[in-house]
């Protein structure tokens, strides 16, 4: 068996997921987009509440995320996509997540799939795979392992047989793979390179097991992937290592999406505060006031929050305007180019994991003892906060923008930064 496989041979026909849903909107720019998003978000809301409590997965939900068209915004212009910006991209994900950040969350790893297609893939592999995300197809995926030493750390095998990939391993914190039409299986072949396979639902050998407990984002059903001598031809599998062994900007890419979801949650959380203290609320018994909204320590911590949010969601937007500007730039990528942007995102990320976790929990500070009734589920706000920012650690991210400015070190190149 050979370990890496010829250009050529990814040239072969893909095999295609069998989905019987009609072809999806195709959005045509930026404002297209975030009018969608904003029609989306406001279905979305109404029952958020009642699916965390209930469990109740977004099926439906998730057909209409699709069939709207903004899975596909990323998909190149030369392919027929909207190529939108970074910050239509950023504003699109926050809007969603503060509606729903369980259904945000369903194509955070979805668009980091599209890129990998944009980076390593064949003309005829993103001819393929860019068409079938342009008709509402959606990627899962299948990357993180539990019980390795680290994230990178993968027993999953991607062993090419003929004219054939054939997988084997087992997944975990697989988000969106249970609504998925394709789950991209990340593994090492006989090299230790990481290849991603984009195996269509239903294949033989691989099975999804809805086993997803967290205490937050309780429906991305983000449970197990079962690879068992799943086959899949080569042209569906790409060179994921490529995408870290030379300067592309997937690592931030990834990394403002997770930003962007926490910045939803955050502006969720204060927007439930708000409503609450206004209709709710009593007054403190030595405040003087007759209502909770004109006490001063309210008012204060109010108003406190509001610049917090508005400070994650400025470095946000900064963050999404670097990786614009370096994206247009028409040489190639340096090291330095990703070094800033992985740093410019970082610094977001700090601000935004923040805020979402603050903003849920003095939720209920401001609010009062009946914000904590099971009635209301506002609680959804701190746990779907606390276990989102859970991807990566902030600590961290205070490690990297130190050790950059204070000694020039460059991040490591990863999903993570």
Same mark, same amino acid.
């Given at each position: 068996?050979s370990?890496i ?5 990814r ?22 987009? $975030?009018e969608?998003?904003?029609?989306l978000a ?5 029952e958020a ?7 109740r ?10 069939q709207s068209? =903004? ?6 212009k ?5 190529g939108?910006?970074?910050v239509? /991209?950023t504003r699109?994900?926050?809007i ?12 955070? &790893? ?8 944009a980076?390593t ?13 342009l ?5 899962? &995926? ?8 680290n994230v990178l750390?993968? *027993?999953?095998?991607?062993? *090419?047989?003929?004219?054939?990939y054939?997988i084997?391993g087992?997944?975990?914190y697989s988000?969106g793979a249970? !609504?998925a ?8 072949d006989?090299?230790? *390179?990481?290849?991603l396979?984009?195996v269509p639902k239903?294949?033989a050998g691989? %099975?999804v097991v809805?086993?997803?407990?967290g205490?937050g984002q309780?429906t991305?059903?983000?449970g197990?992937v079962i690879?068992?001598?799943?086959r899949?031809?080569a042209? &569906? ?6 995408v870290?062994? *030379?300067?592309?900007?997937?690592g931030?890419v990834?990394q $403002? ?7 939803g949650i955050? @502006?969720?959380?204060l927007?439930?505060? =708000?409503? !609450?203290?206004r209709e709710?609320?009593r007054?403190?018994?030595d ?8 006490d001063p320590l309210?008012?204060?911590?109010v108003g @406190?929050?509001? $610049? ?6 400025? =470095?946000l937007?900064?963050?999404a305007?670097?990786l ?8 190639? =990528?340096?090291?330095?180019?990703v ?5 410019a ?5 700090v601000?935004?994991?923040? $805020?979402?976790?603050?903003a849920?929990?003095? /939720?209920?500070?401001?609010?009062g003892?009946?914000?904590t009734l099971a009635?209301?589920n506002? %609680?959804?706000?701190w @746990?779907?906060? @606390?276990t989102h920012t859970?991807?990566d650690?902030?600590?961290?991210k205070?490690?990297l923008?130190? &050790?950059y ?9 990863h999903?993570?930064?």
């Open positions: 068996m370990a496989p010829e250009a050529a041979a040239e072969a026909q893909a095999v295609a997921a069998d989905v019987t849903r009609a072809d999806a909107r195709v959005i045509g720019d930026d404002a297209e987009a $975030i969608v998003a904003r029609d406001s279905a979305f809301a109404k509440a009642v699916r965390d409590r209930e469990r997965l977004p099926y439906d939900e998730a057909d209409a995320f699709s068209g =903004l899975w596909a915004i990323t998909v190149p030369a392919y027929g996509g909207a939108v910006s970074f239509t /991209l699109v994900i926050e969603v997540a503060a509606a729903d950040p369980s259904i945000g969350q369903l194509p955070q &790893n979805h668009l980091g799939l599209v890129d990998v297609i980076l893939g064949t003309d005829a592999q993103k001819r393929f795979f860019f068409g079938e995300v008709k509402g197809r959606r990627f899962g &995926n299948g990357f993180s392992e539990k019980g390795t030493k750390d993968l *027993r999953t095998r991607v062993v *090419r047989d003929g004219g054939d054939v084997d087992t997944k975990f988000t249970l !609504f039409d394709y789950v991209p299986i990340l593994g090492l006989d090299a230790r *390179r990481a290849w396979a984009y239903g294949t691989l %099975d809805d086993d997803w407990s205490f309780r991305t059903a983000s197990t690879a068992s001598g799943v899949v031809p042209a &569906n599998v790409l060179p994921a290592y490529e870290s062994e *030379r300067p592309t900007l997937n931030p990834s $403002i999406i997770q930003a962007a979801i926490d910045a955050a @502006r969720a959380a927007d439930d505060t =708000l409503a !609450f203290v709710r609320t007054p403190w018994v405040s003087g006031v007759e209502r909770a909204a004109d309210v008012l204060r911590e @406190r929050l509001h $610049i917090q949010l508005h400070a994650a969601d400025a =470095l937007e900064r963050a305007r670097t614009d500007e370096i994206a247009a730039q028409p040489a190639p =990528l340096t090291e330095d180019d070094a800033r942007a992985s740093v995102v970082a610094e977001a990320k601000l935004t994991t923040e $805020i979402a976790l603050l849920g929990e003095k /939720l209920f500070e401001l609010a003892t009946q914000a009635e209301h506002l %609680d959804r706000h @746990r779907n906060a @606390r859970l991807h650690p902030v600590r961290w205070y490690h923008v130190g &050790n400015y204070l000694n020039g070190v460059k991040p490591a190149r999903a993570w930064n």
